[in-house]
Structures are given as structure tokens and as C-alpha cells.
């Protein structure tokens, strides 16, 4: 069963070295026990999507150059996130504001290879099917 996520969902990336929380701002004037509800639109880099303090993908030029420098010897670099798409596979029965809301089992993908999961959705109510 689908969870629904808000604000202060915790988030890891498979390419960052440590969790981060989600951010949603109250534009759709949805809430679950009085925090913002997310949908698969709230994706936006450094705005929804926080840093996973440091990257580890060379998929990213940052990291990739510092480990070029380093003789190949892989360089972690500040994380960025790059998402650039909704997350994938919102709540199919839930909307808020003509989107689907945002499950604890949705992912987003980065553009330097991370692969973004919920690890804690900041809510304990359980979606309707």
C-alpha cells in the first residue's frame, strides 16, 4: 500500500554519501496532518531536491574532473542535484491539484545517474487504492 509523502520526507540518493529531506511548499494547498502534500511535480532542484552532501557518480563532470586530477583515484564533489523530470510513478488513484501525489514507493532519477527513494515518507497514513 502506498504511503503519501510530504514535507520533510527523508530522501537518499544512490550517488550521494548521506540522506536529505524533501522540501514542498504550500502551493497546492493539500496537507497531511498540517504539513504540505507532494506531488510528482515537486522535483525541483534546490528547491524540492536538497543535496545528498557529496557526490560519488563520474557521471557528474565535477566529480569526474576532480578524479581526473587525482590520477583516477574517485573524488567525491558537493552534491547538486540534477532532476530534471517528476518523480516516477506517483499515487495512480490520488491527486492533488490535477497531479498524482507523491507514494513513498515513487523514485526520481538525477541526471548524473543517482537513482532518489523515499526512506521515510513524513506520514503514517495510508493511501485508498
Do not use: Y
Given at each position: 500500500m502506498p504511503i503519501a509523502t510530504c514535507m520533510s520526507a527523508q530522501c537518499t540518493c544512490s550517488m550521494g554519501t548521506a540522506p536529505s529531506v524533501l522540501t514542498v511548499l504550500p502551493v497546492?494547498?493539500?496537507t497531511t496532518n498540517g504539513l504540505p502534500a507532494a506531488t510528482i511535480m515537486?522535483?525541483?532542484p534546490m528547491v524540492n531536491v536538497m543535496p545528498f552532501a557529496m557526490c560519488i557518480s563520474l557521471a557528474n563532470p565535477e566529480v569526474a574532473?576532480?578524479?581526473?586530477a587525482?590520477?583516477?583515484?574517485?573524488?567525491?564533489?558537493?552534491?547538486i542535484p540534477a532532476t530534471s523530470a517528476p518523480w516516477i510513478a506517483g499515487a495512480p488513484t490520488v491527486t492533488i491539484k490535477g497531479f498524482p501525489a507523491l507514494a513513498n514507493t515513487s523514485i526520481l532519477m538525477c541526471n548524473w545517474a543517482g537513482v532518489i527513494e523515499i526512506v521515510d515518507p513524513g506520514e503514517e497514513v495510508v493511501m485508498v487504492p
Amino acid at each position: 500500500m502506498p504511503i503519501a509523502t510530504c514535507m520533510s520526507a527523508q530522501c537518499t540518493c544512490s550517488m550521494g554519501t548521506a540522506p536529505s529531506v524533501l522540501t514542498v511548499l504550500p502551493v497546492n494547498e493539500t496537507t497531511t496532518n498540517g504539513l504540505p502534500a507532494a506531488t510528482i511535480m515537486d522535483h525541483a532542484p534546490m528547491v524540492n531536491v536538497m543535496p545528498f552532501a557529496m557526490c560519488i557518480s563520474l557521471a557528474n563532470p565535477e566529480v569526474a574532473a576532480a578524479t581526473a586530477a587525482a590520477l583516477g583515484v574517485l573524488t567525491p564533489m558537493p552534491c547538486i542535484p540534477a532532476t530534471s523530470a517528476p518523480w516516477i510513478a506517483g499515487a495512480p488513484t490520488v491527486t492533488i491539484k490535477g497531479f498524482p501525489a507523491l507514494a513513498n514507493t515513487s523514485i526520481l532519477m538525477c541526471n548524473w545517474a543517482g537513482v532518489i527513494e523515499i526512506v521515510d515518507p513524513g506520514e503514517e497514513v495510508v493511501m485508498v487504492p
